[in-house]
């Protein structure tokens, strides 16, 4: 009988233990998750919080999540529930539900800071995700009006990547219809394009050389009026001016400043700068090119423009220039300068003033009898709200001279 009571009471002793440790095994369960989620996000270069967590056999589900990118001040999200889907206790898979991405910057930012997280977190693009609900609104500054609001939008996995599908978007006030996006990654190069799901259609697109740490950036034709709001500034051309351009920009900080430096390249069609008529044979056509090289500052407040060339027709410029950036635009200083031959120069204004057929005759005979150029100077400081009133000082300097017999 007393081994009777012995083994009952050392049954009820041992069920007493299980019943504690399963409590206490579930107590700690949930920050033992929590913690293990927050160290995957941040290995893939994603900042989590979370206020309530849920376990299920498999999955782990978050609420009221906040997320923000590595790097990324301009970025940040919520989301209403996340579900991940566990292998072991590694995740395989995410799903979220009442995603929100509130964007602060322009693109310029976002083409430096995203590129450069794209290149230390290339990995990342490769994992599966899926969202609906998705909303996305793009200000310049927090204080800012939207110029960009995305409602309803989806984010479906792809092979390598995602692509991000919505019905409808708003640009200014105005609907511009369905829009989409992707990013996608292999050994080689991360992708990604932004206002078509085909990254070959895609308004901006940027490839991101993993080996080198060498982005690509496309711009694809278009209006240049699109594009002005988005980048702070109010531009005085024409509707109908396009632009596109190109960018190579090394995304490893360099130097004691740790700045990111590279090319860019703008071709605008339709425009030419303003000049007189005298000048139309020296201003002609209807396209202007402006390359540079640039620097960014690590702050990403300050790029400097150097070894800088606008063209247009015969007309070019070289200099360099400073942009900095303020909460809500820009200031710009640039200082060209060129030199336009006297021959060239009295040619184009015979034929301006004259008419083609005598103003050539003219032209030529200028050849024989002038020597030497014009510089013309440029400095032109402009704040980009207010571009068409710019302060411009022109600095000319004439260096004809007569050929002596």
């Known amino acids: 009988m007393m081994r009777k009571r012995k083994l009952l ?26 913690s293990m989620v927050v160290a995957a996000a941040k290995a893939h270069g994603v900042q989590l919080e979370t206020r309530h967590i849920d376990l299920g056999w498999g999955w782990v589900r978050l609420r009221e999540v906040h997320l923000g990118l590595e790097g ?36 310029a930012d976002f083409v430096v800071d995203v590129g450069t997280w794209v290149r230390r977190y290339a990995d990342s693009l490769t994992f599966p995700i899926a969202a609906d609900g ?58 990604l394009g932004f206002g078509h799901v085909d990254p070959s259609a895609a308004t901006l697109r940027m490839d991101v050389d993993r080996s080198t740490g060498k982005a690509k950036v496309v711009l694809r034709q278009g209006k240049l009026a699109a594009f002005a709001a988005p980048l702070g500034i109010d531009l005085p051309v024409g509707p109908a001016v396009l632009v596109e351009g190109t960018a190579e920009l090394s995304l490893t900080p360099t130097g004691p400043a740790n700045e990111v430096h590279g090319i860019v390249g703008l071709r605008l069609r339709g425009y030419v700068p303003p000049h007189p008529r005298e000048l139309e044979g020296i201003v002609f056509g209807d396209t202007t090119t402006f390359d540079t090289d640039i620097r960014v500052a690590a702050n990403r407040r300050t790029a400097t423009l150097e070894k800088s060339r606008l063209t247009a027709g015969a007309f070019v410029l070289d200099g360099g220039g400073v942009i900095e950036r303020k909460d809500d635009h820009a200031t710009v200083v640039m200082t060209m300068a060129g030199n336009i031959p006297c021959t060239a120069l009295a040619r184009s204004a015979a034929v301006a003033r004259l008419g083609a057929q005598l103003g050539k005759i003219l032209g030529d005979a200028a050849k024989l009898a002038l020597a030497g150029s ?32």
């Open 9 to 34: 009471g050392a049954a009820m002793a041992l069920l007493l233990l299980i019943v504690v440790g399963s409590v206490t095994i579930w107590l700690a369960a949930k920050p033992l998750a929590r």
């Open 72 to 107: 990324v001040p301009g970025i940040g999200a919520t989301v209403e529930r996340a579900t991940v889907d566990l292998e072991g206790f590694s995740p395989s898979r995410v799903e979220l539900r009442g995603l929100s991405v509130s964007m602060n910057g322009s693109p």
């Open 134 to 191: 998705l909303k996305v609104i793009w200000r310049e500054s927090p204080s800012a009006s939207p110029w960009l609001m995305l409602d309803g939008g989806l984010v479906v996995p792809m092979a390598g990547g995602a692509k991000v599908t919505a019905d409808d978007a708003v640009v200014l006030g105005v609907s511009v219809g369905p829009v989409g996006a992707m990013w996608a990654s292999d050994l080689a190069t991360a992708t």
């Open 374 to 405: 014009v510089r013309v100077g440029v400095k032109v400081s402009a704040d980009t709200r207010k571009l068409a009133d710019a302060k411009v000082q022109n600095d000319v300097g004439i260096g004809c001279t007569l050929r002596l017999p």
